[in-house]
Nanobody, 123 residues
Framework: QVQLVESGGGLVQAGGSLRLSCAAS????????MGWFRQAPGKEREFVAA????????IYADSVKGRFTISRDNGKNRVSLQMNSLKPEDTAVYYC????????????????WGQGTQVTVSS
């Protein structure tokens, strides 16, 4: 079965960095758009970043543009999210997800989800 397993979350001070990873199995990884979403307590799940199956195209939420970088390694079935200049408002559970659709920013378009990893940014 398909599994997406996130890692790399933790507690960091504002201005710091974290790198999230998502290991995928049970799917043809290179055929899927991979996305990162986040959900803070009491808020809806929101789009963070996504990357095309080939890695040739990426898209970011305005709130993270210039601070976060998404990348993928199709040989290792892995997608990563490098997060720099973290802010307290980045605190959330971060999820990776996989889809083969055309709208990369909508959670409903994604077929598979990981269990999430907590990121907490202290001020």
């Amino acid at each position: 079965q398909v599994q997406l397993v996130e890692s790399g979350g933790g507690l960091v001070q504002a201005g710091g960095s974290l790198r999230l990873s998502c290991a995928a199995s049970g799917l043809t990884f290179s055929s899927y758009v991979m996305g990162w979403f986040r959900q803070a307590p009491g808020k809806e799940r929101e789009f963070v970043a996504a990357i095309k199956w080939s890695g040739s195209s990426t898209i970011y939420a305005d709130s993270v543009k210039g601070r976060f970088t998404i990348s993928r390694d199709n040989g290792k079935n892995r997608v990563s999210l490098q997060m720099n200049s973290l802010k307290p408002e980045d605190t959330a559970v971060y999820y990776c997800a996989a889809e083969r659709g055309t709208d990369w920013t909508k959670p409903a378009e994604y077929d598979y989800w990981g269990q999430g990893t907590q990121v907490t940014v202290s001020s």
